[in-house]
C-alpha cells in the first residue's frame, strides 16, 4: 500500500518555541493532505485540510496563525506549530488522499516543556 | 452535533474466541464506515471500508457489518490472537467532506 511518512517522529521543545513537523507521501501524489490532533485516549480530531498550492482550511476552533500549514508540493505537506505551549503538547498525525483512500503517517508526538 | 460512540472500556477476550465491537454514531448520515487498528504511539492503519449501501464486508479473520437503520457499525474479529490486542476505531466519512470523523477508539486485550 502507499507509505506516508512523517518527520520528526518525536520532538520536546522549550515553550515559547516553534516547531515544524513534515509530512510526506512517498510513492504517490496528493493534492489533499490532512492534519489531525490525537490526545491521550482520544479520538483523532482534524485539524485542517492541507491542499497543494492554495490555503489551508482549518477546522472551527483551530487557530490557523499558530498551526501554520504548507502544502508546497503534491508530496510535502508541513504544519509548523509557533510559540509553542504545554497545552500543544499532542500527538499529530497526518494522512494523504490518494485515489480513493486516506493513508496515514506514524504521527509525532510532540512535548512542549 | 455529530457524534460517534464505541465502547471506551477495554474488551478482554480469551485467543480463539470473537471479538466484537460496536460503533454508534448520531446526526450524521456517512456514506461509508471504515474500521482502523492503532497500536500506542503509532498512526491508524487501515482495516477495512464499507459503504452505506452495504450490509457486511469481510476480509480474512475480520468482518464488518453496518446499519444505517440502527446507525451502527459492528466489527468482529474470529480466532482473535493476542497479535490482534490494539485500540481499534471506527471512522465515518462522506462523498463531499474527504476527511474522516473518528470516534475515540476501543482497546481490544487478547488473552493467550
Known amino acids: 500500500g502507499a507509505v506516508v511518512s512523517q518527520h520528526p517522529s518525536w520532538v520536546i521543545c522549550k515553550s515559547g518555541t516553534s516547531v515544524k513537523i513534515e509530512c510526506r507521501s512517498l510513492d504517490f501524489q496528493a493534492t489533499t493532505m490532512f492534519w489531525y490532533r490525537q490526545f491521550p485516549k482520544q479520538s483523532l480530531m482534524l485539524m485542517a485540510t492541507?491542499?497543494?498550492?492554495?490555503?489551508?482550511?482549518?477546522e472551527q476552533g483551530v487557530e490557523k496563525d499558530k498551526f501554520l500549514i504548507n502544502h508546497a508540493s503534491l508530496t510535502l505537506s508541513t504544519l509548523t506549530v509557533t510559540s509553542a505551549h504545554p497545552e500543544d503538547s499532542s500527538f499529530y498525525i497526518c494522512?494523504?488522499?490518494?485515489?480513493?483512500?486516506?493513508?496515514f503517517g506514524p504521527g509525532t508526538r510532540l512535548t512542549v516543556l | 452535533s455529530q457524534k460517534i460512540e464505541q465502547n471506551s472500556e477495554a474488551l478482554n477476550i480469551q485467543e480463539g474466541k470473537t471479538a466484537t465491537l460496536t460503533c454508534n454514531y448520531t446526526?450524521?448520515?456517512?456514506?461509508?464506515l471504515q474500521w482502523y487498528r492503532q497500536d500506542p504511539g503509532r498512526g491508524p492503519v487501515f482495516l477495512l471500508l464499507i459503504r452505506e449501501n452495504e450490509k457486511e464486508k469481510r476480509k480474512e479473520r475480520l468482518k464488518v457489518t453496518f446499519d444505517t437503520t440502527l446507525k451502527q457499525s459492528l466489527f468482529h474479529i474470529t480466532a482473535s490472537q493476542p497479535a490482534d490486542s490494539a485500540t481499534y476505531l471506527c471512522?465515518?466519512?462522506?462523498?463531499?467532506?474527504?476527511?474522516?470523523?473518528f470516534g475515540s477508539g476501543t482497546r481490544l486485550q487478547v488473552q493467550p
Open positions: 492541507s491542499n497543494e498550492g492554495s490555503k489551508a482550511t482549518y
Open positions: 494522512s494523504a488522499m490518494g485515489y480513493n483512500e486516506q493513508f
Open positions: 446526526n450524521y448520515s456517512p456514506a461509508y
Open positions: 471512522a465515518l466519512g462522506d462523498t463531499g467532506r474527504r476527511a474522516l470523523t
